[in-house]
């Protein structure tokens, strides 16, 4: 079965500083790889995905990540961290056996500081 | 209005009593779930409608029944919680597959169970 381990429950940046958020994946074959946000009160958005071709990706709010097969990795970028960027940050990985399910990762929480 | 919509916001309930929860999605999706996420835990997927495959994972107890009456609609009926069952109940929404597209959320009902 396809699982998702993001390492770090909690990130702290400054702002300004490099976001580095990591997301690693165990899959049989390669799969589909979506990273969402989650702000206070609310739902989960999607930030960006990687299907096919190109393995660096870009997404909304200046996030990008590569997808590194070698590495089974996913991990989430931005080069300068806004207060805004505060929030939850999940990880999913495509079932193989569904046509509808994601796994999703415990989540990272980055906290943005002045 | 747009997107997924969840109703209501907030519940608290008994354990004896039933409520149910709500979703609407207006982005013409064919796809519906239900998630539970809960405290330090992964997001739970508890039910799939489309029209092609209805999951249940089986680790749902019974007192969770959904009801997807057209591809628009779910609910999520709920009778004789246990206080574990507290967390945000997130719907949402996909146009085929949610595995390769990836979901659309709701902002969630936030569920307390006394």
């Known amino acids: 079965a396809q699982s998702v381990t993001q390492l770090g429950s909690h990130v702290s940046v400054s702002e300004g500083a490099l976001v580095l958020l990591r997301c690693n994946y165990s899959?049989?074959?390669?799969?589909?790889l979506f990273w969402y946000v989650q702000y206070p009160n609310q739902g989960l958005q999607l930030l960006l995905k990687?299907?096919?071709?190109?393995?660096l990706v870009k997404g909304i709010n200046g996030f990008e990540a590569e997808f590194k097969k070698s590495e089974t990795s996913f991990h989430l970028t931005k080069p300068s961290a806004h207060m805004s960027d505060a929030a939850e940050y999940f990880c999913?990985?495509?079932?193989?056996?569904?046509?509808?399910?994601?796994?999703f990762g415990k989540g990272t929480l980055l906290t943005v500081n002045p | 209005e747009t997107g997924v919509t969840q109703t209501p916001r907030h519940l608290v309930m008994g354990m004896t009593n039933k409520k149910s929860l709500k979703c609407e999605q207006h982005l013409g999706h064919n796809a519906m779930y239900w998630y539970k996420q809960s405290a330090k835990k992964p997001l739970e997927l508890m039910f799939v409608y489309s029209l092609e495959e209805r999951v249940e994972n089986n680790s749902v107890p019974s007192r969770f029944s959904p009801e997807c009456p057209n591809s628009s609609h779910l609910f999520l009926h709920l009778h004789t919680l246990q206080p574990e069952d507290s967390a945000l109940y997130l719907c949402a929404s996909s146009s085929g597959s949610g595995r390769r597209y990836g979901y659309t959320f709701g902002s969630g009902t936030r569920l307390t169970v006394v």
């Open positions: 999913a990985v495509s079932s193989l056996v569904s046509n509808y399910k994601l796994t």
């Open positions: 990687y299907t096919t071709g190109a393995t």
């Open positions: 899959s049989s074959v390669p799969p589909y």
